[in-house]
């Protein structure tokens, strides 16, 4: 009798994460006619409606998104530590590739925008990667893309969304209260020694991750680094291949996770926040330095900078190029590195208060990431695929954990 092979984690992964990835072109494509039509002006009131002591649409961006997050964080541990990233020699060109994929857009940006006052605080805005927008655009090709490319995109978007919680931790904190962040220590504390004591069970953890998220609200820190802190802390038993695995609490909270992110709560935060009126935009308005500077640093600085280190490294012979991948599919990758959407939006948010800079972030981003998508799409249809000729015979299986 054949046994059929586990599900990976990682395949698991990209198979919501494409699905996803495509529900969530549509809320940005709703948003943006919803916007700009007769009931235009009730959309944007209703996201400003108090509900309680925040408004609708910061109950979505700090609240469910701390869900996102908290999958974010729970994606990067299992990754790091039971996936495709386990391995150092696995690690280098990923991260290489994802380091220079945040400092060449940001330095686009800097050029661009950098000098006019104010503007500078937007420098992170295009240095992420949207995982679901871009593993969207790349299953629309079925077969056409390698297996290696899809898993390549989506270590290095891990590893970006590192770096972008990072940043977000570090530049976009304004004040902090003591009080709060040793109540947020103190909850962390709790959840690592329930980690150590052997505590398996869900609920303790997301009661932990609850009082957390209200500790790390109030403490001046961006409330969504609630979820990646709480995730560090759930447990993981290492199942190779095995992502539902009954005894592995961080793999039944990821497994009961992904399908509430990827198909309500990323979809909810695209709709809520894509929407942006086009009245009364001209050309003057697309080449803003605000926008320009977006748009250039996900269009130019995500496939320079990705697309730049790969080659670097592979030719310091620190990494090599994704299995059966020819360059020019490599560079279209790179090109898909540049939608920067989800994370590019939220880090904009919190880059700029001021309505008319935020709507000149939507026009930047929705630039930048439709021209990553639609020309990286394009190119990895038309790219000839690499021979299988001299190609070393390699089974999917010894790819790694996909």
């Known amino acids: 009798m054949i046994v059929p ?8 992964f990209l198979a919501s994460e494409a699905s996803g990835g495509i529900l969530l072109m549509i809320a940005a494509a709703l948003a943006m006619i919803v916007a700009n039509s007769p009931v235009g002006p009730a959309y944007f009131h209703a996201l400003h409606e108090k509900l309680g002591p925040l408004s609708i649409q910061h109950w979505i961006n700090d609240g469910l998104m701390a869900l996102f997050f908290l999958l974010v964080g729970l994606e990067i541990k299992r990754e790091f530590v039971d996936g495709h990233l386990a391995r150092w020699e696995d690690r280098g060109l990923p991260i290489i590739a994802a380091v220079g994929g945040m400092a060449a857009p940001a330095l686009i940006y800097l050029g661009i925008a950098g000098g006019t006052p104010g503007l500078a605080r937007g420098w992170a805005i295009p240095s992420a990667t949207d995982i679901a927008f871009a593993i969207g655009v790349i299953a629309l090709l079925g077969r056409r893309a390698p297996t290696s490319l899809k898993l390549f995109l989506t270590t290095v978007a891990i590893v970006d969304d590192m770096g972008a919680v990072l940043i977000i931790a570090l530049a976009y904190t ?30 303790p ?13 109030l403490s001046g820190i961006h409330a969504t680094i609630a979820g990646v802190l709480a995730a560090m802390v759930v447990p993981l038993r290492r199942t190779p291949g095995a992502p539902d695995a009954e005894d ?15 198909y309500a709560i990323v979809p909810l935060f695209g709709f809520a926040n894509a929407g942006v009126s086009l009245a009364g ?44 991948a020819t360059w020019l599919q490599v560079y279209a990758v790179s090109l898909l590195c540049g939608i920067g959407f989800t994370m590019s939006l939220f880090i904009g948010g919190l880059a700029f208060s001021d ?3 935020v709507d000149e972030v939507k026009i930047g ?20 695929a690499r021979k299988r000729e001299g190609l ?5 299986e010894t790819m790694g954990n996909i």
């Open 174 to 203: 304004a004040s902090i209260s003591g009080p709060a962040l040793l109540a947020a220590a103190v909850l962390m504390g709790a959840m690592f020694v329930m980690n150590r004591a052997g505590v398996v069970r869900l609920w």
């Open 365 to 384: 981003v929705l630039m930048g990431s439709i021209a990553s998508a639609l020309i990286g799409y394009a190119l990895l249809r038309l790219a000839p």
């Open 392 to 396: 070393p015979k390699q089974p999917l």
């Open 281 to 324: 935009i001209g050309l003057a308005q697309l080449i803003a330095p605000l926008p320009l500077g977006i748009a250039a640093g996900l269009f130019f600085g995500k496939q320079i900078g990705v697309f730049a280190s790969v080659r670097l490294a592979v030719a310091l012979g620190i990494g090599s190029r994704p299995f059966a």
């Open 355 to 357: 309505e008319r800079l």
């Open 248 to 262: 592995s609490t961080l793999h039944r909270l990821e497994q009961g996770l992904q399908p509430w992110v990827a």
């Open 205 to 217: 953890y997301m009661l932990g991750f609850a009082g957390l998220w209200l500790a790390v609200l």
């Open 5 to 12: 092979r586990p599900r990976s984690a990682l395949r698991s």
